[in-house]
């Protein structure tokens, strides 16, 4: 078997929940997997708001995860309060979290079918305001974010409630990445979100900075790959949509040049 990535250290900067699969599959083709979060995920202080929508759930028509860690971070603690209602349908943004919402046992789950993105979402038909429109929508999110599905939702006419039901936090700081590139032992770097990639960039001084300019940064998605050029990156690689689509990137690449 040919093993692309051999002697390549790679960077896998997902959540540490969400890190595994990619990082196994650059093991798989002969390279060294670095994790290093660039986005930290941890419980919400208070949970009153999630223990409100719980006891109303019945009330809502759709219930849109944003993430693989709002399920983590929200469907336990639902299901272990009561059932899901058999008229609530599940909205999910990507295949990783269709996934795990089918591992707790729901089913059915609004997912879009290429993009897994917000926009993507808007774009399907059960989102369009002859659907929305008088119906009550529930976003299950992490702390800030974008507001774009909240905000098109209402101007489509949907009583929306956004309920952040785990917290997100950058790493203190960057010292393992910082050490990897000053001895040359990073050859690049996976990015999958644009908040990440902020990070990453604030926790960097300048002499650091440069190393990441002239570093191969792999991107699942336009958006990211747009922020990535805005902050000077010079050595951008957009890939496919998730870790699948990461990998085939890698694999893919002209190590060389």
Same mark, same amino acid.
């Given at each position: 078997?040919?093993?692309? %990535?051999?002697?390549?250290?790679?960077?896998?900067?997902?959540?540490?929940?969400?890190?595994?699969?990619?990082?196994?599959?650059?093991?798989?083709?002969?390279?060294? @997997?670095?994790?290093?979060?660039? !986005?930290?995920?941890?419980?919400?202080?208070?949970?009153?708001? %999630?223990?409100?929508?719980? @006891?109303?759930?019945?009330?809502?028509?759709?219930?849109?995860?944003?993430?693989?860690?709002?399920?983590?971070?929200?469907?336990?603690?639902?299901? *272990?309060?009561?059932?899901?209602?058999?008229?609530?349908?599940?909205?999910?943004?990507?295949?990783?979290?269709?996934?795990?919402? *089918?591992?707790?046992?729901?089913?059915?789950?609004?997912?879009?079918? *290429?993009?897994?993105?917000?926009?993507?979402? !808007?774009? !399907?038909?059960?989102?369009?305001?002859?659907?929305? @429109?008088?119906?009550?929508?529930?976003?299950?999110?992490?702390?800030?974010?974008?507001?774009?599905?909240?905000?098109?939702?209402?101007?489509?006419?949907?009583?929306?409630?956004?309920?952040?039901?785990?917290?997100?936090?950058?790493?203190?700081?960057?010292?393992?990445?910082?050490?990897?590139? +000053?001895?040359?032992?990073?050859?690049?770097?996976?990015?999958?979100?644009?908040?990440?990639?902020?990070?990453?960039?604030?926790?960097?001084?300048?002499?650091?900075?440069?190393?990441?300019?002239?570093?191969?940064?792999?991107?699942?998605?336009? +958006? &990211?790959?747009?922020?990535?050029?805005?902050? @000077? %990156?010079?050595?951008?690689?957009?890939?496919?949509?998730?870790?699948?689509?990461? &990998?085939?990137? %890698?694999?893919?690449?002209?190590?060389? +040049?």
């Amino acid at each position: 078997m040919t093993q692309l %990535l051999r002697g390549r250290k790679i960077v896998v900067t997902r959540p540490r929940a969400q890190a595994s699969k990619l990082a196994g599959l650059i093991v798989e083709q002969g390279g060294e @997997a670095v994790v290093f979060p660039l !986005l930290e995920i941890s419980p919400v202080a208070d949970y009153g708001p %999630l223990c409100s929508v719980i @006891a109303n759930l019945e009330t809502y028509s759709l219930a849109i995860f944003i993430s693989p860690n709002a399920v983590a971070f929200s469907l336990p603690d639902i299901l *272990a309060s009561r059932t899901w209602p058999r008229s609530l349908r599940p909205v999910a943004i990507g295949q990783s979290t269709v996934g795990l919402l *089918a591992s707790y046992g729901l089913a059915d789950t609004l997912v879009p079918a *290429a993009r897994f993105d917000s926009e993507a979402v !808007l774009e !399907l038909p059960e989102m369009q305001r002859a659907s929305v @429109a008088g119906r009550r929508v529930l976003i299950l999110r992490g702390n800030g974010g974008r507001e774009l599905l909240a905000d098109q939702l209402r101007e489509r006419g949907a009583e929306v409630d956004c309920v952040s039901c785990y917290l997100r936090s950058a790493p203190p700081d960057a010292a393992p990445l910082v050490a990897l590139w +000053r001895y040359g032992w990073l050859d690049a770097l996976t990015i999958s979100s644009s908040e990440g990639l902020r990070n990453l960039v604030d926790l960097l001084d300048e002499r650091t900075r440069v190393c990441l300019r002239s570093t191969p940064v792999f991107v699942p998605h336009q +958006r &990211i790959a747009d922020l990535a050029k805005e902050l @000077a %990156l010079q050595r951008v690689i957009l890939g496919g949509p998730g870790d699948a689509g990461i &990998i085939a990137a %890698l694999c893919t690449y002209n190590w060389r +040049r």
